[in-house]
């Protein structure tokens, strides 16, 4: 079986324990499973340092941070800050660099957010399109993904 990509299944730890607390770590396990990722509970405690989640009396969570605004405690946001490079646009395309291996991740994550400016994305190693119907989408898409980033 072949392993989630980190980026991705960082992703996914992140939007789970950003809708609620996750009481342990065999709860995140059960739950990513059923979802089609397998993990082990060495590889998700790692995940979970090197995410910032904080053990409360309620479980794993997200920490709020002061300052933070919406940007900093959406799960894409950290995506984008972690992986992406570079964004420019090109009529209407954006093009996405990412660090080596992140693109496939990061696309699927933004194909998940279902923004009504975004037609799709194709994933390569480094680079996303992601295409726009016109230039004023693109434009829109683009500012929403460095707002994210900021």
Known sequence: MRSTPKPL?????????????????EDMVRRLAREGMRITQATLS???????LVKTAEGYSV???PGDGPAHGHPLGRML??????VR????????KTTPGSAQPVAAAL??????ELLGTLGGDDTIL??????KNCRVLGKRIRELMA
């Open 130 to 135: 992601a295409v726009s119907s016109d230039r």
């Open 111 to 116: 194909d998940a957010e279902s923004w009504p």
């Open 63 to 65: 920490p709020a941070q």
């Open 81 to 86: 800050r972690e992986f992406v490079v570079e």
């Open 9 to 25: 299944r960082h992703h996914r730890i992140l939007q789970l324990a950003g809708r609620e607390p996750l009481l342990t770590q």
């Open 46 to 52: 790692r995940d979970i340092k090197e995410l910032g």
């Open 89 to 96: 646009e090109a009529q209407n395309l954006l093009v996405i």
